[in-house]
């Protein structure tokens, strides 16, 4: 193995440990090979402004990958969520992929779960399966659509145990687009940055029609950085009205 590899693999694995989780061999050569994929993939298209290797690690890697100690990630791998018991596979869908954060840090640290990944960009879409392809990852599956479409599907709806999202938008907005696709007494966690007490407040009827609740929100830092993340815990307490979501466009042009 020539040095730089060799740095970069005790680097990665050094700052997953300090978030209490310790990457195997096929783990951490996984990541590896999706770091690569990611930066040769983005000289040609738009994925990510974020290259260099540690930064990659640290803002894509770890942050995706806070929610696993957020919902306490026990030892060997095994996930073990908030509640339930998920005798049948845990499923996952992650709304406003883009380049695969967090759904693909999450399939590779939980390779039990059961990941669909949804973007409206098929670029991204055919990128997201050669990466699938070549971490020969199973029970993952990227689709091309929009959330507003996807989640009157009825493949979709209502069928997921944790709807994840770290897409740019605001949390009444993200709360129609993702509520839909979470089961009754399933969770939906949206990724934000540190200070969001006023948006949650905002959002509170929102998540009231689509049949959630604000569970907790729970800030963690990154190790070495001075960036802290806030993930919005709603759970699903009653089904989703058939009229949400609303036409493409009108969750952001009019949040509820």
């Known amino acids: ?10 680097y990665l694995q050094e700052q997953f440990e300090k978030i209490g989780i310790f990457l195997s061999e096929l783990q951490t050569d996984q990541f590896l090979l999706y770091y ?4 040769e993939k983005n000289k040609v298209m738009n994925l990510t402004a974020i290259t260099e290797f540690k930064d990659v690690v ?8 806070l929610l696993l100690t957020a919902s306490e990630c026990k030892d060997e791998n095994k996930c ?13 869908i992650d709304v406003g992929t883009g380049a695969g954060f967090p759904g693909i840090p999450l399939k590779i640290l939980c390779p039990e779960f059961e990941v669909l990944l949804l973007d409206s960009l098929n670029k991204r879409v055919l990128f997201l399966d050669d990466v699938i392809s070549q971490l020969q990852l199973q029970n993952i599956t990227a689709v091309h659509a929009r959330a507003e479409e996807a989640a009157h599907d009825s493949r ?3 069928r997921f145990d944790l709807c994840v999202s770290r897409a740019v938008a605001n949390l009444s907005s993200l709360a ?7 089961k009754r007494g399933g969770c939906f966690v949206s990724y934000k940055s540190s ?3 006023q ?7 929102a998540i009231f029609l689509l049949g959630g609740k604000t569970a907790e929100i729970k800030k963690i830092s990154i190790p070495d950085t001075d960036i802290e993340r806030s993930l919005i815990f709603i759970n699903k307490e009653k089904g989703t009205s058939s009229k949400y979501p609303r036409k493409a466009g009108i969750p952001a042009k009019n949040p509820l």
């Open 156 to 158: 979709y709806r209502e």
């Open 1 to 10: 193995m020539d040095t730089k590899r060799n740095d970069d693999k005790v």
């Open 80 to 92: 073990e969520y908030w509640s339930g018991d998920h005798q049948d596979s845990f499923t996952v």
């Open 36 to 39: 690569h994929l990611l930066i």
């Open 199 to 205: 948006e949650c407040s905002d959002a509170k009827k």
């Open 195 to 197: 200070s969001v007490e």
């Open 176 to 182: 129609e687009y993702c509520l839909p696709f979470v």
């Open 58 to 65: 640290q803002k894509h890697f770890i942050d995706s990958a």
